[in-house]
C-alpha cells in the first residue's frame, strides 16, 4: 500500500516499481518534502478575475457553462473543453458574436479566449517542486552529500530500465555527475564520451504534475544512441501515480508531501 501525505490527508498512489524507486525509497520513503517552487496558478487566476467580471453578461447569452464556472472546477480539462466548445459555437452562430462579446466585455471576452488555452497548456506541463535543500538549486551539493556517489547507483541497463519519456504524476529528476544521453545529445552531442555520465545522487526533488502525459525524444535521438552504442534513456525517473486522477489537483496548493510506502 503506498499514499501520499498532502495537509495531513493520505491519497492512494501507485509506486512504479523500477530499480531506481528501490534506491529513491530508501532515503526518502516517509520523509517530509517541503514545496521548493509551487505549481503556477497565474494563469488561473486571470481565466478565474476575467470569467467572474462578465457573468451576468454570459447569462444574457445563454453560456450555460461559462456562467455556472466555479473557480476550484476550471483545473478540470472536461470543463475546459466544454467551455471552448461553448465559445466556438457561439461564434460560429453569431456571425456578429465575437464583435459583440468584445464590446460588452471591453475586449475581455478575446482574453478569455487566450487564457482558457494558457490555462490547458498549464495543465499539460507545469510542476509543483517538492524536496529538501535550497529552493533556487537542482544541484544542491549540500543536502546531496549523504547520497553522494563515485561508484554508478545503478547498472546501465537498470538506468535504462527505470528511466522515461512518459511523465507520471510524480517524477525525480536526474541529478548525476555529468550529462545523461539525452542531455547530451541535445546539449554536447560532440563531448558525450568525455562528460556524458550516468552516475551520481539519489535526487532529493520530486516533480509532480496533474496529468500524465507522453513526450516522444526529439528526432534523431535513436539514431545518435546507436552510433554512440548507448540505450536511448529518458529524461527523469517516475515515480509514482495518483490512483484517482482528480486527487491531483491537491498539489496545486501544497505546502508538503510524505511518500509513504510499505
Known amino acids: 500500500m503506498s499514499t501520499c501525505v498532502i495537509d495531513n490527508k493520505e491519497y492512494d498512489i501507485d509506486i512504479v516499481h523500477t ?3 528501490a534506491q529513491w525509497l530508501e532515503h526518502y520513503n516517509n520523509k517530509l518534502l517541503p514545496v521548493k517552487l509551487a505549481y503556477n496558478t497565474d494563469n488561473h487566476k486571470k481565466l478565474v478575475t476575467f470569467i467572474n467580471r462578465h457573468m451576468d453578461l454570459f447569462k444574457k447569452l ?4 461559462l456562467s455556472k464556472v466555479e473557480d476550484s472546477n476550471l483545473w478540470d480539462q472536461d470543463l475546459l473543453n466544454a467551455i471552448h466548445l461553448e465559445i466556438v459555437l457561439f461564434q460560429k452562430k453569431h456571425k456578429s458574436g465575437t464583435d459583440l462579446a ?4 471591453n475586449n475581455d471576452w478575446d482574453f478569455i479566449h487566450d487564457y482558457l488555452h494558457a490555462l ?3 495543465i499539460r506541463h507545469n510542476t509543483a517542486t517538492f524536496g529538501q535543500g535550497d529552493k533556487a538549486l537542482g544541484h544542491d551539493s549540500d543536502t546531496l552529500t549523504e547520497n553522494w556517489s563515485w561508484e554508478p547507483l545503478l547498472e546501465t541497463e537498470e538506468f535504462y530500465e527505470s528511466s522515461a519519456f512518459e511523465r507520471y ?6 541529478t548525476e555527475l555529468g550529462r545523461h544521453p539525452y542531455e547530451a545529445f541535445l546539449h554536447s552531442p560532440s563531448t558525450y564520451n568525455v562528460e556524458g555520465s550516468m552516475i551520481g545522487q539519489v535526487g532529493q526533488n520530486v516533480e509532480v504534475q496533474l496529468v500524465k502525459t507522453f513526450p516522444r525524444p ?5 539514431e545518435w544512441c546507436t552510433q554512440n552504442n548507448l540505450p536511448p534513456v529518458g529524461t527523469h525517473f517516475p515515480l509514482a501515480n495518483f490512483v484517482n486522477q482528480s486527487d491531483a489537483k491537491q498539489i496545486i496548493n501544497a505546502d508538503s508531501i510524505k511518500i509513504i510506502h510499505d
Do not use: A, M
Not at 62 to 65: A, E, I, P, R, V
Open 169 to 174: 504524476h510524480f517524477n525525480v529528476p536526474f
Open 62 to 65: 445563454q453560456l450555460t457553462t
Open 218 to 222: 526529439d528526432k534523431g535521438y535513436e
Open 120 to 122: 490547458e497548456t498549464d
Open 19 to 21: 530499480p531506481f524507486t
Open 102 to 105: 468584445n464590446r460588452n466585455t
